[in-house]
């Protein structure tokens, strides 16, 4: 005996109502033709997440509300459960669960657990919901109140407190829980929810349905990874992650008697039996290596298309960085989709220039060549009365990023392409990039890639195309920014896997000068002096182009730095 | 008979406890030489406002403790009250202000009502405080617990609010109510605060002291303005806006009998009759154009000096924009802080490179001219096999607009000068700017200002400096990009007269298309199309320097529109 629910995990956009009403609809279609009882939803998959400040639109809000009267009707074969922005009796945003059963609006559950930390601002939008709600999902055969399958609701941050609705709810009687997400992505995340839901389906004794939201939306990837739990803690059923998809699961549940409870349980249909063939299998967690470009692939194709390009262009040195940047492009567009340009100066080696072509060549997408040195002597003249005796400093390294970056924009403009800019982590951080030369573009792909993952990545690349589409040369080159004769990163950062450390003690998990030096087994000396370079360059950040977040904390929204900050980390 | 307040309106910086601290320690002193029986100080004034995420450092709200320690015994002679961040007894974060007299911490109070919208975040950091706290000024004559002045303390938002702690606290017999604030400027905000303030005079029967925060903090300005209103409702004192300062005021108040109530107040002295010779008077409103002009003036020379810069460049066009940037920069840093530089192309009109040479000269700024031609020229030839026959379009214009970009950028890095970048409110809305070009600098000055506010803001640079720097063939041109052949701004954008209408409508007001057309008075289409450029160019806007707020609604974190948004504005 069992219980069909269709996770339907789909990715929508933010404010695009009409695509995200066919994906509701044709999602909740495939969930009746496939004769499930239920069809569950991401949070708010009519508005997108997060819709931010056009929630204070009331056109925007009303746009939703029209949208979910015009999804209730479809409802008529098939209970749904979807995530929609509500308005309550003040008129106050409540982040929602619209519960349609038998074509009408049978319930609405109100998210009572707002986030507002780390890249969440639930409190600036929403008003907390007041209750829990439960539904009766009522077999057929079963005689009136008697025989029916409790359902409890919650979205996204309710289930990961301690003392939320779901808690609640299992008390009132569900033996399911069903949350609806829209959880962002970071390496490792995937484990977390996994552990909040065995928790919490051990705790209640109830079966976990979750459903999370796939699809990049600026900065954040969701990634699916859908699931079901059983009440003994075994994950029973794992959507794959960055994939959308509409997956049945049978449930393997009977009617119970009927509880009284909490509220008044709106009541669903269930028939209870049927076969178990359309039923799709469950997956095996990704490594992590492949989870992060995938879950880049993700990010910047959604980045590329929801925003209405066709066409990339990326400036590709030779190093592991661009290399990097341009084999992901590839992989998420097409390389009939990318156009990677070499701008060589006085300073590019001969083995950088050749790798450039050869990375360029083995993906298949098309390569310029566009030297950059004739302009270069130029400024240096134009400049030079101006300089004086001024001796040659970064103002230099920047002038040949900038003419670079003026080169990529001014193909992006001429052609409608989007520029990806190919800065890491470590780089950001540091402040090592020029801010309108090496930083100039749309979209920076690997900005929240730490340069060892760079590699890491780099590696998995290979694997992913089935060949060597960055060379060992690539790999094995020290790393530079060609910028001056001889220059090398190692000149004026730790070397990288110290760095790393150091970043990930530092920005992620905000750790003291005690604390960094300590994970990261630098000298103090110079752990002051990196700290000082990633508190100064907070500006450079702010003018950033927007990158995909894969770590617990990226720089951006998640972490808020004041640039008048006069604070320095005691050592 | 009276009550002699200080009201301290500093300008304190985030981050920088030594010097803060030696403000605050400074200004007990002079409140305590000018017999005050009590000093208020703005909120967070120990730490700067806002320190965002530097909160989430256990070091950072460890020295702003430590510094609270050091304040404390220096409140032997006169009661101080000021704001900074306190934990409670699970460790979380509280928006507190501190009571200290006779050199111990004898009450905290913790701010009730937590905003979090606009450019508030404080739910994000801090849980609300659970109390009112008062305190009783008893006076060195009377007899024990009767004679004596009840005091209720709030901070900021609490007073905002029509149930929160003040009605509390005047229901408990408090008739003196103490609120510090760090209430940031946008034009008109002022007549709100006051609004406000009197509101809740007359409401609870009570002296309203009122003590805000000076200074210029990123893309906020605090103005100061600290008052004292009657019960009456009469604004009895007004402290200048802009300008830090000790303000001593005689509140004629008289002990009353004691009034059990509310919590267990905390006693503090007051010493009742004293001279009144060291009180300074009240000081009128400023007219609008002036106040922008010193909310601009003080936002940016804070930026500067804050973040440790001496010098400012500003690329001049001779335009109106530039000539206002260049004004404000000179009347801000003074004259031998700025460097303008005229960068003309083939189609800099010689009108307006004159204008460039002359308004720099009525500065008395340092001027200096570096042609563009040749460096277009090159580039020009560079892209013509790479371009083909695709005619010009943008791509040329942005192209001369990048080359000033990074010249400007070359000479503040060999300089170690901050550029500021000219763009005003009707052109970052519109993204009728370059990123990368124009767009390119450090400090936005008047990126908030719309262009109808640019001209007002320059006649009023013209009064504010005593003669003609901007000259008046300034004004009179019709406002063109010069970019391309006789090019003008209303080629592209609607009058901005009209325009401007359309983005308060639409940008600050979040009103709906057809309302947008009521005020701006442009036909159906034409909003549109300009609703559609306002909506596309969010991506400029997000890589755009940071600027000084001076409207309602800002574009930064104060408007959080996703980047990738698909929703369109029914018409």
């Not at 069809?39 to 979910?68: H, M, R």
């Not at 705790?203 to 976990?208: D, H, K, N, S, V």
């Not at 509880?259 to 997956?283: E, N």
Request: hydrophobic share 40%.
């Amino acid at each position: 005996m069992s219980f069909r629910v269709a996770l339907a995990q789909i990715n929508v956009t933010v404010g695009d109502f009409a695509s995200n009403g066919s994906k509701i609809a044709d999602a909740i279609r495939r969930a009746a033709r496939g004769k499930a009882d239920l069809v569950i939803f991401p949070e708010l998959c009519v508005t997108g997440y997060s819709p931010e400040d056009l929630l204070f639109k009331p056109s925007f809000v009303q746009a939703n509300l029209d949208l979910v009267r015009r999804l209730i009707p479809l409802t008529r074969k098939t209970t749904a459960v979807f995530g929609y922005v509500d308005k309550d009796r003040k008129g106050s945003l409540v982040n929602a669960a619209a519960v349609g059963a038998g074509g009408k609006l049978v319930a609405s559950y109100g998210k009572m657990r707002l986030p507002n930390y780390g890249v969440f601002d639930e409190k600036r939008y929403f008003t907390p919901g007041s209750q829990p709600v439960l539904l009766d999902a009522v077999s057929a055969g079963a005689a009136g109140r008697s025989g029916a399958l409790r359902i409890g609701l919650s979205i996204c941050e309710d289930i990961w407190v301690d003392d939320g609705p779901c808690q609640a709810e299992a008390s009132a009687g569900a033996s399911v829980l069903v949350n609806i997400s829209a959880s962002p992505y970071h390496a490792g995340k995937l484990r977390l929810r996994e552990e909040v839901l065995v928790r919490r389906a051990k705790e209640t004794g109830a079966w976990i349905l979750y459903v999370n939201l796939v699809g990049g939306q600026d900065e954040l990837v969701f990634d699916g990874g859908s699931m079901a739990v059983a009440p003994s803690g075994k994950i029973f059923f794992r959507a794959p992650q960055f994939e959308e998809g509409v997956f049945l699961v049978d449930v393997p549940v009977r009617p119970a008697p009927h509880h009284d409870g909490l509220g008044v349980p709106a009541r669903i249909p269930w028939r209870v039996s049927k076969g178990g063939a359309a039923v799709k299998r469950s997956v095996s967690p990704l490594r992590t290596e492949e989870e992060i470009f995938r879950a880049l692939m993700l990010g910047l194709r959604d980045y590329v298309r929801k925003n209405g390009f066709t066409h990339v262009v990326v400036g590709m040195s030779g190093g592991i960085d661009s290399a990097l940047t341009v084999a992901l492009a590839a992989a998420a567009l097409g390389k009939e989709s990318v156009t990677a340009v070499s701008m060589p100066s006085r300073y590019s080696s001969a083995g950088s220039r050749a790798d450039a072509e050869k990375v360029s060549r083995q993906l298949g997408v098309d390569f310029q060549e566009i030297p950059i040195e004739e302009v270069f002597q130029l400024w240096l003249g134009m400049l030079r009365p101006v300089f004086g005796k001024r001796a040659p400093d970064a103002t230099e390294e920047n002038l040949q990023a900038r003419i670079r970056g003026t080169l990529l924009m001014a193909l992006a403009n001429k052609f409608g392409w989007l520029v990806l800019s190919t800065g890491n982590k470590s780089e950001i951080s540091t402040g090592y990039c020029t801010l309108y030369g090496d930083m100039a573009g749309g979209f920076a792909v690997i900005k929240d890639v730490p340069k060892t993952w760079v590699y890491r990545l780099s590696r998995y690349a290979n694997k992913h195309f089935g060949r060597d589409v960055i060379p060992e040369s690539v790999f094995r080159r020290p790393p530079s920014a060609e910028l001056k004769p001889d220059q090398r990163d190692q000149d004026t950062l730790p070397p990288y896997d110290k760095l790393d450390r150091l970043i990930k003690a530092y920005v992620e998990q905000n750790l003291p000068a005690s604390e960094v030096r300590r994970h990261c087994g630098l000298p103090v000396k110079e752990v002051e002096k990196v700290l000082r370079m990633i508190d100064v360059n907070e500006y450079k950040r702010r003018q950033a182009a927007p990158g995909i977040k894969i770590t617990p904390r990226a720089f951006g929204r998640d972490r808020r730095m004041p640039l008048t900050n006069r604070f320095k980390e005691p050592a």
